[in-house]
């Protein structure tokens, strides 16, 4: 079981970056996927998931209307389209397997986690 991460990068206050999943080793159209941010020093934050059949589809309050979740079962990928990027979404944003993906109370369990993608936002 394998998720790994790319898009992350150096970017200004107000820019944009894409992050990629890409899964292998598992049955990605049978999972629920999250992303998580981590900072130093810092609990993880989940920021969205979305469920096997995108009914389900959760964000954090801090990055509603600013990030886009969105998965291809044929790819077996779950990207995040991250708009109007603000300092603070600094981290290491990672993809994950979740039991369940809820549109109001977020992902359940998580399970398998990818490395990560470090996001750094600043000017």
């Known amino acids: 079981v394998q998720l790994v991460e790319s898009g992350g990068g150096l970017v200004q206050p107000g820019g944009s970056l894409n992050l990629s999943c890409l899964a292998s080793?598992?049955?990605?159209?049978?999972?629920?996927m999250n992303w998580v941010r981590r900072v130093p020093g810092q609990g993880p934050e989940w920021v969205s998931c979305?469920?096997?059949?995108?009914?389900?589809?959760y964000y954090t309050d801090s990055v509603k209307g600013r990030f886009i979740i969105s998965r291809d079962d044929a790819k077996n990928t779950v990207d995040l389209q991250m708009n109007n990027l603000k300092p603070e979404d600094t981290a290491v944003y990672s993809c994950?397997?979740?039991?369940?993906?809820?549109?109001?109370?977020?992902?359940?369990?998580?399970?398998?986690w990818g490395s990560g993608t470090q996001v750094t936002v600043s000017s």
């Open positions: 080793g598992f049955t990605f159209g049978n999972f629920d």
């Open positions: 994950a397997t979740v039991d369940y993906c809820d549109s109001t109370y977020g992902p359940g369990s998580t399970h398998t």
């Open positions: 979305i469920g096997i059949t995108r009914g389900s589809i």
